[in-house]
């Protein structure tokens, strides 16, 4: 079965891996009839581009909910062809139940994959993910595990790695390795080559630091 997400209402639409906020007219909103266990193909849309929703789901980002997905869609008026959540390092987790929630509504999961440690505060340099330790091998028995989560999920993703790393606020920026974003770049190679059959997506901050 083809997955074309072209005929869903959207809100947010992720160009050049940046989320951009643009709104259309509004009408009740309707989730797509699919199969969720049937094999799916995503297809690239004739015009436009497949957009949705970063929506607030808690302090980490992670309390996703079918009823704030709703509420949410029926506030704009829109299904949401794509839905955001984040998936912190510190948790040392695999967002199943969460990524579950999104698919069964018919939406395609936008995963922000963060190599952060709690307290998860912003401007406060490296942490114990620091980008050396990841490149050197150090959690490779993380990443490895988290992929195999990933495959075991069994349908399409989107993985946004170390999101806005060419600011200077989170630990991973490029500001806190010589001013390059080299290191972010290395370390995404490493991480999302294991994502046989997932869709990876550079997430570049628009103002980025000085």
């Known amino acids: 079965m083809r997955f074309d997400l072209k005929t869903r209402p959207i809100i947010t639409a992720c160009v050049a891996a940046s989320l951009i906020y643009v709104f259309s007219s ?6 797509p009839q699919i199969d969720a266990n049937a094999p799916l193909e995503i297809v ?3 015009h436009g581009a497949y957009t949705g929703a970063f ?43 969460n ?8 939406s395609l999961p936008l995963l922000f994959w963060s190599p952060w440690d709690k307290p998860y505060t912003q401007n406060r ?18 990443i490895d595990k988290w992929a195999d989560s990933a495959r075991d999920f069994g349908h399409p993703m989107i993985v946004a790695f170390g999101v806005e790393m060419n600011g200077d606020w989170f630990p991973w920026s490029g500001a806190f390795y010589g001013g390059e974003d080299w290191d972010d770049a290395a370390t995404i190679g490493k991480v999302l080559k294991i994502f046989g059959g997932r ?12």
């Open 26 to 31: 509004c009408k009740k909103p309707t989730s």
């Open 44 to 46: 690239v849309p004739e």
């Open 55 to 97: 929506m607030d789901f808690g302090d980490e980002e992670d309390d996703v909910t079918l009823e704030m997905i709703e509420d949410f869609e029926q506030m704009v008026g829109k299904h949401q062809a794509v839905i955001a959540s984040s998936s912190y390092w510190g948790e040392q987790t695999f967002p199943t139940a």
């Open 99 to 106: 990524l579950n929630v999104v698919w069964r509504h018919g």
């Open 125 to 142: 340099g490296p942490d114990k993910f620091n980008l050396t330790d990841i490149i050197a091998g150090k959690w490779d028995a993380y």
């Open 199 to 210: 869709i990876g997506m550079w997430s570049i901050e628009s103002v980025p630091a000085g």
